[in-house]
């Protein structure tokens, strides 16, 4: 295999507990500091779902076959379909289940491909996988976003996602400002990546600025998720509670904003055990994976 399992398995811990964790304030307010969190058990969404069967796919394909893809996007649709996916894509999953052809469907979504932030919202994973070859990254990365989100501006997100992901679990120390710079530098024109320029002038600590400006995912668009999740983590470095924290004081689409900075961050910081300790478990056949690497 080319790629690094063992750093997909923690970008996907991240992700998951992100995707877990900004759920909960949905239902609740956001607590004063990162240190407090909620109490019970916190329901992972759609978010890991889809993460999940990236990383089953890399692990038994070593690469994205789209079709097999969509066949696990639509089996675990079709098992849970209560975990809050998108209205578009839910059509897909049901048309995926009888296994059309995935490129097709997802072409003719809203007549020219969807450019909702779910594409972006489960690539981090692949990102790290891929963190040694750029190349392969954003060719798989836009593979794995074309199964479900055709639209540039979808591709675009999950593109600049996995580069994030790629740039930071191989150099954990890489500025914030180097990381927005490499990204764009690999990225073709799009409105994402304009947004992603600008956020790199929006001063660290500016965050209201940043939430107005960028957006943070009310539209559900990879258009006005993607360039605030990036500006989080290039600003705010110190540990996975903060940047997981700050996103939430972006408000908006809080599951998926902190799904994304979750499997990014996490390349770089410890997810703490407690806060792993909140999350409802995820199936056992990947916790056993999980297990082994959180030990280490
Ligand atoms: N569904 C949600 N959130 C709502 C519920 C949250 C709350 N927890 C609750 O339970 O009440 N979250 C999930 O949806 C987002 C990911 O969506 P995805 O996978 O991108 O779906 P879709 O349908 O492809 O796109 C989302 C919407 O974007 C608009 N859109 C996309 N492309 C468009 C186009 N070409 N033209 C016009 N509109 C387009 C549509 O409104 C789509 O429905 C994540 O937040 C995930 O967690
Ligand atoms: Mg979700």
Not at 29 to 37: D, H, K, L
Not at 110 to 133: I, K, Q, T, W
């Amino acid at each position: 295999m080319k790629g690094n399992i063992e750093r997909a398995l923690k970008s996907l811990v991240g992700l998951w507990v992100g995707d877990a964790y900004g759920e909960q304030f949905f239902a609740r307010p956001i607590p004063e500091c990162e240190s407090v969190i909620p109490a019970g058990t916190w329901k992972y969404t759609d978010d890991t779902c889809m993460a999940l069967s990236i990383v089953e796919e890399l692990m038994t394909s070593g690469e994205i076959r789209q079709q097999s893809l969509a066949q696990r996007f639509a089996e675990r649709y079709s098992k849970e379909p209560a975990r809050g996916y998108g209205a578009g894509v839910r059509t897909l999953l049901e048309k995926y289940r009888d296994n059309l052809d995935c490129n097709y469907e997802a072409r003719n979504l809203f007549g020219g491909g969807s450019y909702g932030n779910g594409a972006a919202m489960r690539v981090a994973p692949l990102g790290a996988f891929y963190c040694d070859d750029i190349e392969s990254l954003i060719r798989e990365a836009e593979k794995s976003a074309a199964v479900t989100h055709a639209h540039a501006e979808g591709r675009a997100g999950a593109i600049a996602i996995a580069l994030a992901t790629g740039f930071v679990s191989a150099n954990p120390a890489i500025s914030g400002q180097e990381m927005l710079r490499k990204i764009v530098s690999h990225m073709e024109l799009s409105k994402v990546r304009q947004q992603i320029e600008y956020a790199m002038d929006i001063p660290a600590q500016d965050l209201e600025r940043a939430a107005m400006d960028l957006g943070t995912g009310r539209k559900v668009t990879a258009q006005d998720t993607v360039p605030f999740c990036l500006w989080i983590v290039a600003n705010y470095r110190e540990s996975y509670e903060s940047a997981l924290w700050n996103t939430l004081r972006g408000g908006g689409d809080l599951d998926t904003t902190c799904a994304i900075v979750g499997g990014i961050v996490s390349c770089r910081h410890k997810v703490p055990e407690r806060w792993i300790a909140s999350c409802e478990r995820l199936p056992a056949e990947i916790m056993k994976y999980i297990e082994k690497i959180t030990l280490n």
